[in-house]
């Protein structure tokens, strides 16, 4: 069973940074498909960023520009760099791995922020 562990986030005012972190319990690498997603209350779950099969970034447009996916293949940890934050950006963001045909999730972090 693959577990995720999501950390980072928190209360921030407008403008201002977040650094979330995902950490997981098997061996990732430039090819591990993996990602960012959030959801606002009422709205679908939405694909932020994610690392390709190719270990190329992509980006929803709302966030091109302001938030950065990376990972430490040693730490097995997925990062996602937030800043500019926005109002609209409030949501509980999720991390999710896929492993062979399976897809696992995190359980989530909140992140708010203020106007």
């Known amino acids: 069973q693959v577990q995720l562990v999501e950390s980072g986030g928190g209360l921030v005012q407008a403008g201002g940074s977040l650094k979330l972190s995902c950490a997981a319990s098997v061996t990732i690498s430039r090819n591990t498909v993996m990602g960012w997603y959030r959801q606002a209350p009422g709205k679908q779950r939405e694909l932020v960023a994610t690392?390709?099969?190719?270990?190329?970034?992509s980006y929803v447009d709302s966030v091109k520009g302001r938030f950065t996916i990376s990972r430490d293949n040693a730490k097995n940890t997925m990062y996602l760099q937030m800043n500019t934050l926005k109002p609209e950006d409030t949501a509980v963001y999720y991390c999710?791995?896929?492993?062979?045909?399976?897809?696992?999730w995190g359980q989530g972090t909140q992140v708010t922020v203020s106007s």
């Open positions: 690392f390709t099969s190719a270990g190329n970034q």
């Open positions: 999710n791995i896929k492993v062979g045909w399976s897809n696992f």
